[in-house]
């Protein structure tokens, strides 16, 4: 970890959800903020790594148009505390350089987005070869 540093460049693969939320009107006549609002899944390959490399400066990186893709998509559901879940989760591969090696060992050791305690959001990396 002590040896990761700005500038540097690294292989990884990424498993995450990747979803944005839509806010809800509180109506046209009243004063009240709108809410947070529900959250959807990105559906697309192309909404999905529009969605990572948003991200990506947030989380310590860069990233390179064309220099990661996404290599496999699932769903996932399942009940929890008897209301239905569904996951979508991509998984995401290719190369980025360190920009804020704090961030960075944040991002790596907390993981990215949501649905971290089902699976989601593990960061690995790998030494880009040579």
């Known amino acids: 970890m ?3 540093k700005a500038g540097q ?10 979803v944005h939320s839509v806010k809800q009107t509180s109506g046209l006549h009243t004063h009240e903020p709108a809410k947070r609002g529900k959250v959807y899944a ?5 909404q999905k790594e ?7 400066a947030k989380y310590g990186f860069n990233l390179q148009e ?3 893709r996404v290599v496999q998509q699932e769903v ?6 008897r209301k239905p879940v569904t996951l979508g989760i991509a998984t995401f591969e290719g190369i980025l ?3 804020d090696a704090t961030l960075f060992l ?3 050791t907390c993981g990215i987005g949501r649905a971290k305690a089902y699976g989601c959001g593990l960061l690995t990396i790998a030494r880009v070869p040579s």
Do not use: K
Not at 9 to 18: D, G, H
């Open 66 to 68: 064309g220099s990661f």
């Open 76 to 81: 996932r559901q399942f009940l929890r505390h």
């Open 97 to 99: 350089e360190v920009v």
């Open 106 to 108: 944040r991002a790596l």
């Open 2 to 4: 002590e040896r990761i």
């Open 9 to 18: 460049r690294w292989q990884f693969r990424l498993r995450a959800n990747p």
């Open 50 to 56: 529009q969605w990572l490399f948003e991200r990506a």
């Open 42 to 46: 990105h559906v697309t390959v192309q």
